[in-house]
């Protein structure tokens, strides 16, 4: 993975992507960088804000977790 750019899934059960960040690059550049990477523009973004630093998961905890986003940037606007 990148520290910052298009990052792809760790969990290859998915081909969602991730974006990290600085908050310091302009949303202008940040969506120019999805529209390079997809070619379209994206029917969801979901943004989390926070970082490692203020809070700690075990691993069966961050899975679930980063199942349940794929989860639900994958079902929306499908029902």
Do not use: H, V
Request: aromatic share 12%.
């Amino acid at each position: 993975m990148k520290n910052f750019g298009i990052l792809y899934n760790p969990y290859e059960s998915s081909l969602t992507k991730f974006i990290r960040w600085d908050i310091k690059i302009s949303e202008e550049k940040l969506y120019n960088l999805i529209l390079k990477d997809c070619e379209q523009n994206p029917n969801l973004i979901i943004s989390i804000f926070g970082g490692a630093k203020y809070f700690t998961m075990n691993k069966r905890l961050e899975k679930e977790f980063m199942c349940g986003i794929i989860e639900a940037a994958t079902t929306a606007g499908n029902a």
